[in-house]
């Protein structure tokens, strides 16, 4: 049964594009569009992308995506994120750890700001000297400790960034490829498998990912043998909370390679500027 499409959330799309039955829906996905990762943690994430939050530890997830693929590196299928999706991290954490230190003001002191010196007898002014500032000598003033100075700005660290798993359908080379990415705090790696030849025309493919342990298994189903294992992560959910895991769907179009020369002169609408229309279809999550 598909997911409720309430508790899903649009990254990159607008709110009024979730669909209202996930059973079957498309995501647009224009030039230039991509979910990516390269050191040192530099995130590409303009790909459209629908997630949920779970209520229960994830289990599994698939779907069967299609579309008409035409450019290089087309893809669409699942994604899930340890953490919370690139882009989204200040607006899914606490506040606490999101302020920045510079913003964080130290307490006050708890000494006067000036030492006042007693008449020299001559009839002038008194004079006054800054507290915790030398002294003609260059001495520090004598009974001012650390402590009196104020602690130090807390320190906040920075939020980490999220682990996150893409699979789904990858048009390269001229053909479909079953395709995967991993993605790490240091950055991505990505991986193509070659459909059997009974498959490799069909412009569809069913892709599932499962919970095992701690490991994240990557699979795709083959009409003729059954699920077939891609890949296994075995590190995906070490030291995750089940509250951090998010499933989705994603569509992008990472070429960019502007009109073609046939394009340009016969005024044609051109190829490579359409959107990428990725269909989605018995979408479950458990």
Not at 19 to 44: I, Q, Y
Not at 96 to 122: D, K, R, Y
Not at 163 to 190: I, M, P, Q
């Amino acid at each position: 049964m598909p997911p409720d499409s309430s508790s899903f959330t649009p990254l990159n799309i607008p709110h009024d594009a979730v669909p209202e039955w996930m059973g079957s829906f498309t995501l647009a996905a224009p030039p230039n569009t991509d979910l990516w990762r390269k050191p040192p943690s530099r995130d590409t994430s303009t790909a459209p992308i629908l997630y949920t939050a779970l209520r229960n530890p994830f289990i599994a997830a698939e779907v069967t995506v299609s579309a008409d693929w035409e450019l290089e590196w087309d893809q669409g299928g699942l994604v899930i994120f340890a953490g919370a999706p690139p882009g989204r991290i200040v607006a899914e954490t606490t506040p606490s750890t999101t302020l920045p230190t510079a913003e964080i003001t130290p307490p006050a002191s708890t000494n006067p700001a000036t030492s006042t010196s007693p008449s020299n007898g001559n009839g002038s002014a008194n004079q006054t000297t800054p507290t915790g500032t030398p002294n003609s000598a260059g001495q520090q003033p004598s009974g001012v400790t650390q402590s009196e100075r104020g602690a130090p700005p807390a320190y906040a660290p920075p939020a980490p960034a999220s682990k996150w798993v893409k699979v789904g359908l990858e048009f390269c080379n001229n053909a479909c490829h079953a395709t995967s990415v991993c993605a790490t705090s240091d950055g991505a790696d990505w991986a193509l498998t070659a459909l059997p030849p009974h498959h490799a025309r069909r412009l569809d493919l069913r892709v599932k990912i499962e919970r095992i342990g701690y490991a994240l298994w990557i699979w795709y189903e083959d009409e003729v043998s059954g699920w077939k294992k891609l890949r296994e992560v075995t590190w995906f959910f070490w030291g995750v909370e089940d509250k951090a895991v998010r499933v989705g769907v994603y569509a992008s179009r990472p070429a960019n390679f502007g009109p073609t020369l046939y394009e340009r002169r016969n005024g044609g609408p051109s190829v490579t500027q359409r959107n990428l229309c990725v269909s989605f279809e018995n979408l479950e999550i458990f």
